[in-house]
């Protein structure tokens, strides 16, 4: 697999784990290179679950990243079109270009394609969508097809722990290739806790990724936290807040919350001012000049 620039020492040693080492949560999986398993809208149906809403809320932020006629690329964009499907309900946002690509058949298409058949057609004429598309390999089709560097916004939500390390620094030379010199990368991925989900491939902690976004030509623009538990954020509060009474006004509000709201719902209310304590963390990059 040829990279743009060979993988530094200490990128090395962090992808030294292939993430077989990692111990999971529950079961065991044999992923491969790529696991292909997503977030379904039904799937948490009857529950105020934490990820989900998590998800919805990350999605939301995305939104406000994005200004009307911008170009959008989603890679790893999954069968539900999520993000997509967000933006088609806000008009002042609507790109003058989405294109979603992911491994697996995206519903949206073969939705779509139904609609054209009915002569229905009525989806948005703006979205592109690659289904049973490998992002890294098939990166020259995309290229010959939008060119390169002429995206505003790469979203790339929940992908990179489902992808080898070798492969993921290829995913990411491929989103710099993409990337507009003055555009932005929106990256969301957990955070390694001492146990992987059973459907992640690798995991990392924070200071791992930092070191490898450093590495493929990255800056941190700004990062936050997408979930945590309530003892997470409350150690994070306690950690960043010097001023005790200041700390502990904050955590009355919280604990207050938590009170009638569930801890699925309050799991993403105080993460983003502690990323540092967050299962799941959202960072906004750039390019290096």
């Not at 990128?11 to 080492?21: F, L, N, T, Y």
């Not at 590495?215 to 409350?234: C, L, P």
Request: net charge negative; hydrophobic share 40%.
């Amino acid at each position: 697999m040829t990279l743009l620039i060979p993988p530094s020492e200490a990128v090395k040693a962090i992808i030294a784990d292939d993430g077989s080492d990692q111990p999971t949560a529950g079961r065991t999986v044999d992923h491969g290179e790529y696991d292909t398993t997503s977030l379904t809208p039904g799937q948490y149906q009857y529950a105020v679950h934490r990820d989900w809403i998590g998800h919805w809320t990350r999605w939301a932020w995305a939104g406000r990243q994005l200004k009307k006629g911008m170009r959008v690329l989603e890679p790893g964009c999954g069968p539900e079109s999520m993000l997509l499907r967000h933006i088609q309900t806000n008009s002042s946002i609507i790109p003058s270009l989405y294109v979603g690509v992911d491994l697996n058949r995206i519903k949206f298409e073969t939705d779509r394609r139904a609609k054209v058949a009915a002569g229905k057609d009525r989806t948005c004429k703006w979205a592109d969508l690659w289904p049973e598309t490998n992002f890294v390999t098939d990166l020259d089709k995309l290229i010959d097809t939008y060119g390169a560097g002429t995206f505003d916004r790469i979203c790339s939500f929940e992908v990179y722990e489902h992808i080898t390390p070798m492969i993921g620094l290829a995913y990411l030379d491929a989103c710099r290739v993409m990337l507009a010199d003055d555009g932005q990368l929106l990256l969301s991925t957990p955070v390694f806790n001492g146990k992987k989900a059973a459907n992640h491939v690798r995991e990392y902690k924070v200071d791992e990724l930092a070191t490898i976004l450093d590495d493929r030509g990255f800056e941190v623009i700004d990062r936050f936290g997408t979930f945590a538990s309530v003892h997470d954020v409350r150690r994070g509060i306690r950690e960043m807040i010097e001023d005790e009474a200041v700390a502990d006004g904050v955590l009355e509000v919280y604990e207050r919350c938590r009170e009638f709201l569930s801890d699925g719902l309050l799991a993403g209310m105080l993460s983003p001012i502690v990323p540092d304590h967050s299962r799941n963390c959202t960072w906004l990059l750039r390019k290096k000049v």
